[in-house]
């Protein structure tokens, strides 16, 4: 018996979404549209941190060594550094390698550097090192200046900062966006299905003079308003997929993001996760959607 109360209250959910057409449609269009937003706003967010990563792991830290270590200190140096906790990579830059790197960033005017090659090559063998976590940037130098034959340390530790900075912001910035959204799709979504609720309130009335309760007439429109999200969760990837493959190939082949040199997510690597997002969206907002627009005619 409970398993064909259950059958009939899902029936009755998916007759009532192919049945009352226009309504239906009205809802799709709005929830697709505010879940169209919210996927460009999150493509987006997860775009940013993406980029951000890269930058991040492009910030190095140069330990210059002493002088006079020999062969074997420069590599007990080297050991102690990898084994700090954050230190990501560790490359050796011998001095010879320092002055040719300089020689190719002077270009035409390299030849000025001639007079230093050899004995008389000024500059100092190092490790540049990157970190696994910005924000620890300062600990890390921290703890390298306490070991021996260390003679200076280049961090940037402004830059950094800044950049971390940013960072935060912008996640922050985003996860607000979002919220904001969702909050917003649930009004607009609720709005909307109380138009169809209204428009079948005598409907709901029957029901109730003869005896069914609240959770009786309450599922099928809980059930047509969690089908009217998961498929305008299927519809709004589809579309968004097609429209970010579509932009991220116009600005992979400009020549501004060629020049900065930074990649985007495909929309493969973020599908599962829009997809995830997309469905629980869908069944919350069209469960709570519904649930809040019966509450006035169920409470009379």
Same mark, same amino acid.
């Given at each position: 018996?409970?398993?064909?109360?259950?059958?009939?209250?899902?029936?009755?959910?998916?007759?009532?979404?192919?049945?009352?057409?226009?309504?239906?449609?009205?809802?799709?269009?709005?929830?697709?549209?505010?879940?169209?937003?919210?996927?460009?706003?999150?493509?987006?967010?997860?775009?940013?941190?993406?980029?951000?990563?890269?930058?991040?792991?492009?910030?190095?830290?140069?330990?210059?060594?002493?002088?006079?270590?020999?062969?074997?200190?420069?590599?007990?140096?080297?050991?102690?550094?990898?084994?700090?906790?954050?230190?990501?990579?560790?490359?050796?830059?011998?001095?010879?390698?320092?002055?040719?790197?300089?020689?190719?960033?002077?270009?035409?005017?390299?030849?000025?550097?001639?007079?230093?090659?050899?004995?008389?090559?000024?500059?100092?063998?190092?490790?540049?090192?990157?970190?696994?976590?910005?924000?620890?940037?300062?600990?890390?130098?921290?703890?390298?200046?306490?070991?021996?034959?260390?003679?200076?340390?280049?961090?940037?530790?402004?830059?950094?900062?800044?950049?971390?900075?940013?960072?935060?912001?912008?996640?922050?910035?985003?996860?607000?966006?979002?919220?904001?959204?969702?909050?917003?799709?649930? &009004? @607009?979504?609720?709005?909307?299905?109380?138009?169809?609720?209204? #428009?079948?309130?005598?409907? *709901? +009335?029957?029901? $109730? /003079?003869?005896?069914?309760?609240?959770?009786?007439?309450?599922?099928?429109?809980?059930?047509?308003?969690?089908?009217?999200?998961?498929?305008?969760?299927?519809?709004?990837?589809?579309?968004?997929?097609?429209?970010?493959?579509?932009?991220?190939?116009?600005?992979?082949?400009?020549?501004?993001?060629?020049?900065?040199?930074?990649?985007?997510?495909?929309?493969?690597?973020?599908?599962?996760?829009? &997809? @995830?997002?997309?469905?629980?969206?869908?069944?919350?907002?069209? #469960?709570?959607?519904?649930? *809040? +627009?019966?509450? $006035? /005619?169920?409470?009379?």
């Amino acid at each position: 018996m409970k398993y064909s109360i259950f059958g009939y209250l899902i029936g009755e959910g998916f007759r009532n979404f192919f049945k009352n057409k226009k309504s239906t449609a009205a809802s799709l269009i709005i929830m697709c549209a505010t879940m169209f937003i919210f996927g460009i706003f999150f493509l987006i967010g997860e775009n940013v941190n993406y980029i951000m990563e890269q930058v991040e792991s492009e910030q190095a830290m140069q330990v210059f060594i002493n002088p006079d270590a020999t062969p074997e200190q420069e590599a007990e140096l080297e050991q102690k550094i990898k084994s700090i906790q954050y230190v990501n990579t560790t490359e050796y830059v011998s001095k010879e390698q320092a002055l040719n790197d300089m020689k190719s960033w002077l270009g035409e005017s390299s030849a000025l550097l001639d007079p230093y090659s050899g004995e008389e090559n000024p500059f100092k063998a190092s490790y540049v090192i990157t970190l696994t976590d910005l924000t620890k940037n300062e600990e890390v130098q921290a703890q390298i200046e306490t070991f021996d034959n260390v003679s200076s340390i280049q961090a940037g530790n402004q830059t950094v900062n800044t950049l971390v900075n940013i960072a935060n912001g912008i996640r922050t910035a985003t996860a607000v966006i979002l919220v904001l959204l969702i909050l917003i799709s649930v &009004f @607009i979504i609720s709005n909307t299905i109380k138009l169809t609720v209204h #428009a079948r309130r005598k409907e *709901i +009335s029957i029901m $109730k /003079y003869v005896g069914a309760t609240n959770g009786f007439i309450r599922w099928p429109f809980m059930v047509e308003g969690i089908i009217i999200g998961i498929v305008a969760a299927l519809i709004s990837v589809v579309i968004l997929g097609f429209a970010y493959n579509f932009v991220a190939d116009k600005l992979v082949n400009s020549s501004m993001v060629t020049l900065i040199g930074v990649n985007f997510l495909s929309f493969s690597d973020m599908l599962t996760m829009l &997809f @995830i997002v997309y469905i629980v969206m869908g069944i919350g907002i069209g #469960a709570i959607g519904s649930a *809040i +627009s019966m509450k $006035k /005619y169920l409470d009379v």
